[in-house]
């Protein structure tokens, strides 16, 4: 039994801010605001997700 290659992630977080950022074009603003903005959409995901599978 060898360990998993699984990324590790924080509690409450889906896709980390390090990860996400790299997909995105270059930010020409403000880039706390946008990653402030993130991580509060990605947390809402995550709360939506353990929802759904302690609902059921």
């Known amino acids: ?4 290659n699984k990324p590790k992630r924080e ?3 889906c896709i980390p ?3 996400k950022v ?3 074009p270059t930010i ?4 706390e605001i946008v ?5 509060d959409v ?4 995550y709360v939506y997700i353990w929802q759904c599978l302690l609902s059921f």
Not at 28 to 31: A, V, W
Not at 42 to 45: E, I, Y
């Open 1 to 4: 039994m060898g360990k998993e």
């Open 11 to 13: 509690p409450g977080v």
């Open 17 to 19: 801010w390090e990860e």
């Open 22 to 24: 790299k997909e995105l």
């Open 28 to 31: 020409s603003g403000d880039k």
């Open 35 to 39: 990653k402030q903005k993130w991580e």
């Open 42 to 45: 990605d947390g809402l995901g």
